[in-house]
C-alpha cells in the first residue's frame, strides 16, 4: 500500500517497497525552553536553521509542532507552516492535537498533507476525520482510547483495526491514507515494551497491511547514548514492517542506518542511495 | 553486623536498586532493634537523595532513578506500619496524578519516587485522572498537597478544570495544588491558580517542603 503526500513540487511515496520515510521532528516547541521563548516573543528565526539542519541529514518530510502553553496554536501553525513551506519543498506532517490548529494548518497548506494525529477516541475520530476528508490529507492514528494505551500488541492493533474501519467506512477515506503509529515506548522505563512496539509492527503489517510511522526518540528518552539506541531500533522496526518514522534527522549515526537498512532489505535498488550519499560526502 | 553496617549496606543498596537486599537490610536492622526511623532517615533517604542527585547531574538514568525507587518502596512498605505505631509523622501526604486525557507517567512517577525518598506519603492515582477522581481520593485521604501532571499542551487546561472541580466541591482551601510536567513553565501554573510548580523532580520535592512549611506558619498566625 502507498501513502502519497505532496508539497507544491514534491511527491514523496511511503510505502514497504520504499525507502523508508524519514520525517524531520525537530520543528517541536516542547521540551525546548529557547525555542519556547522565541516563538512566544514572535521570534521565528530558529525555523530556518532547524529546517535547514534537517534537509541537510536527509529528511524526506518535516512535522511541524507549535504547541506553546498560553499561544493562540492556530494562528502560530498556520503562519509556520507558510514559511516553512517557503523554505523548502519536502511535504510537511501537520502536528497538533488541537482540532482548530490541524484546521488552521491545514488550510495553509499548499499540496497533500500528512495530519499528526488521530486516536481510536470516537470523540477524536468524529472531530479530526471530516478534516483528513475536507482537505483530502492523509493521518496518522495512534492505537489508544479513552481507556489506555495498550501495552498488548493484539489490543493495539484491535484499536488499529478501528481506526481504519471507521475512516474507510464512515468517512471515506482510503485505507493507504491512514498511517498507524504502532507506539514506541521508552525502554528505560521498562525494558519489554520495544519488543511489544516490534510485535504491534508486524501485526499490523500483516493484518492490515497499512503503513506506519512513530517517534522513534521515544525509545531511548531518559538512556545515555540515545543515538545507537536510535541506529538499533529503526533497522528492526524497518524489518518488522515500519515503512516511515519521525525521528532525529540531523544526527548521521540515525540516518546512516536507516539508510543501510533500506538498502539491506532491498528498498535501495542497485544500492543507488546509498553510494550517492556516500559520494555526496566525499565531495563536501 | 553492627549498626553501622546496616546503615552502610541499606545505603549502598539502594542506591544501586538491589531490592532484595534492601529489604533484607530492614529486617535485620529490626531484629537487631534498630528503630525505623533510624533506618529510614539516616540511610533510605540519604540515599534517594543522592539518586536524585545524580540523576539532575546526568550521571543516572532512568532505569536506575526507578530501580532504587522499587528498592525504597519495598522497604518502606515494611517500616510503614512501625513508624506510624511509633508516631513517626510523614512529612505530608501528596495525592499524584495524570489529568484526564493524558496518559503519560515516567515523569509523574520519578517525582513520586523522589517524594516517597524525602518522606512525603504519595497516593498516586495513575493517568487520565478525572477531576472527579480526585475529588474523591481528597476526600479519602485528606493529602496536604494534590499534583497534577500534564504532558501535552492540549492537556494542561485540566490543570484549570481540577482546580475549579476543586473549587466546587469546597475543598481549594484544604489542599496545596502543585502542577507539572514537560511543557509547563511557572507562567502557565499561575495563569491557572496553582501554589506551586516545579520544573524537574528534585524541585519538586524542595517545592512541596517549602509550601508545607508556608502553610504551617500561615496556620500558626
Not at chain 2, 518522606?119 to 475529588?135: A, R
Request: aromatic share 4%.
Amino acid at each position: 500500500m502507498h501513502t502519497v503526500v505532496r508539497s507544491a513540487s514534491r511527491t514523496v511515496v511511503i510505502g514497504p517497497d520504499q525507502p523508508f520515510c524519514v520525517i524531520g521532528e525537530r520543528l517541536n516547541p516542547t521540551g525546548r525552553r529557547i525555542f519556547q521563548d522565541q516563538l512566544r516573543a514572535g521570534d521565528l528565526s530558529r525555523i530556518e536553521l532547524d529546517v535547514a539542519e534537517q534537509v541537510a541529514g536527509g529528511a524526506m518530510m518535516l512535522d511541524v509542532n507549535m504547541g506553546v502553553p498560553l499561544l493562540d496554536e492556530a494562528d502560530l501553525l498556520s503562519r509556520v507552516v507558510r514559511l516553512v513551506q517557503g523554505m523548502t519543498d519536502l511535504p510537511l506532517c501537520i502536528d497538533s492535537s488541537v482540532v482548530e490548529a490541524l484546521d488552521a494548518g491545514l488550510a495553509a497548506y499548499e499540496g497533500k498533507a500528512l495530519v499528526n494525529s488521530v486516536t481510536a477516541e470516537d470523540d477524536r475520530l468524529a472531530a479530526i476525520l471530516p478534516l483528513v476528508k475536507r482537505y483530502g490529507a492523509a493521518v496518522v492514528a495512534l492505537p489508544n482510547d479513552e481507556e489506555e494505551i495498550p501495552e498488548d500488541p493484539a489490543r493495539r492493533l484491535e484499536l488499529a483495526r478501528k481506526i481504519v474501519d471507521v475512516a474507510t467506512g464512515r468517512y471515506g477515506i482510503p485505507a493507504e491514507d491512514i498511517v498507524i503509529d504502532p507506539l514506541a515506548m521508552p525502554v528505560g522505563a521498562d525494558t519489554s515494551l520495544v519488543t511489544k512496539t516490534l510485535e504491534t509492527i508486524s501485526m499490523i503489517r500483516d493484518e492490515l497491511g497499512v503503513n506506519m510511522t512513530l517517534g522513534a526518540s521515544n525509545v531511548s528518552f531518559g538512556m545515555p547514548h540515545r543515538h545507537a539506541l536510535g541506529a538499533a531500533f529503526l533497522p528492526m522496526a524497518m524489518h518488522a514492517g515500519l515503512t516511515s518514522a519521525i525521528m532525529d534527522a540531523r544526527t548521521p549515526q540515525i540516518v546512516d542506518a536507516v539508510k543501510a537498512a533500506d538498502l539491506l532489505l532491498g528498498n535501495d535498488e542497485w544500492g543507488a542511495n546509498w553510494i550517492s550519499m556516500f559520494r555526496a560526502r566525499q565531495a563536501g | 553486623m553492627t549498626p553501622e553496617e546496616i546503615l552502610q549496606g541499606l545505603y549502598d543498596q539502594t542506591l544501586v536498586g538491589n531490592a532484595p537486599a534492601v529489604l533484607d537490610l530492614t529486617n535485620a536492622g529490626l531484629d537487631a532493634g534498630m528503630a525505623p526511623e533510624t533506618l529510614l532517615f539516616d540511610a533510605l533517604i540519604p540515599s534517594l537523595e543522592e539518586v536524585g542527585a545524580r540523576f539532575e547531574r546526568g550521571d543516572f538514568f532512568v532505569p536506575e532513578m526507578l530501580i532504587a525507587g522499587r528498592a525504597m518502596a519495598g522497604a518502606l512498605e515494611r517500616l510503614r506500619p512501625l513508624l506510624a505505631e511509633t508516631g513517626v509523622a510523614t512529612l505530608g501526604t501528596f495525592v499524584m496524578g495524570t489529568v484526564k486525557g493524558d496518559v503519560h507517567d515516567i515523569g509523574k512517577n520519578l517525582v513520586n519516587i523522589m517524594l516517597e525518598g524525602a518522606g512525603f506519603h504519595v497516593i498516586d492515582l495513575g493517568v487520565q485522572v478525572s477531576p472527579e477522581k480526585f475529588i474523591e481520593a481528597i476526600r479519602t485521604y485528606k493529602p496536604d498537597i494534590v499534583g497534577f501532571s500534564a504532558f501535552l499542551t492540549t492537556t494542561m487546561p485540566m490543570f484549570k478544570a481540577n482546580i475549579n472541580a476543586l473549587v466546587k466541591a469546597g475543598l481549594r482551601d484544604q489542599v496545596i495544588v502543585m502542577v507539572g510536567g514537560a511543557p509547563v513553565t511557572q507562567e502557565y501554573a499561575d495563569a491557572v491558580g496553582a501554589d506551586g510548580y516545579a520544573a524537574d523532580a528534585s524541585a519538586a520535592v524542595k517545592k512541596a517542603k517549602d509550601l508545607m512549611q508556608r502553610r504551617r506558619v500561615m496556620a500558626a498566625t
